[in-house]
């Protein structure tokens, strides 16, 4: 977003708990009670996305139609809702590769053990939550 010189409103910014579709559900209602809501919200993951979901039916958005939702995690659920959810789906499978190795050698070397950031690829799962500006 910085490298488009999109700007983020610091009350679009809301604390929710990872992995919980009920914290979701009230930041997504927060949100839509901005008097400036948000075209698109992201979610911190897949799951939490699903409360988002529940919010935005309840003030009767609909994802890729009025508003504009993504996930993070590309977990199999986000295949299964309709419209499909668009999200970025992360290696799971380096990450926790690279999480062991981690695990092992602090518990081989405690005293020289550094930990480090590991940035592991993924990719776009485009879905039709995002509404295609194109059309507009």
């Known amino acids: 977003m910085k490298k488009n010189g999109i700007a983020i409103p610091s ?3 809301k604390n929710a708990i990872y992995h919980d579709p009920e914290a ?3 930041a997504t209602e ?3 009670k901005e008097k400036n809501q ?3 919200i992201i979610y911190p993951d897949d799951f939490a996305a699903l409360g988002g979901i529940q919010a935005l039916a309840k003030y009767s958005y609909i994802p890729g139609k009025n508003i504009s939702i993504a996930g993070y995690d590309g977990i199999l659920i986000s295949t299964l809702l309709t419209p499909k959810l668009t999200t970025y789906q992360q290696d799971a499978k380096e990450l926790g590769k690279q999480l062991v190795l981690q ?3 602090n518990i081989e070397s405690p005293e020289t053990f550094k930990s480090k950031t590991i940035k592991v690829s993924g990719q776009l799962l485009a879905g ?3 509404i295609n500006i194109k059309s507009l």
Do not use: D, G, R, V
Request: include cysteine; aromatic fraction near 12%.
């Open 24 to 26: 979701s559900f009230k």
């Open 128 to 130: 039709s939550s995002i």
């Open 11 to 13: 009350e679009y910014i």
């Open 103 to 105: 695990l092992l050698a």
């Open 38 to 40: 948000p075209t698109c």
């Open 30 to 32: 927060q949100l839509l």
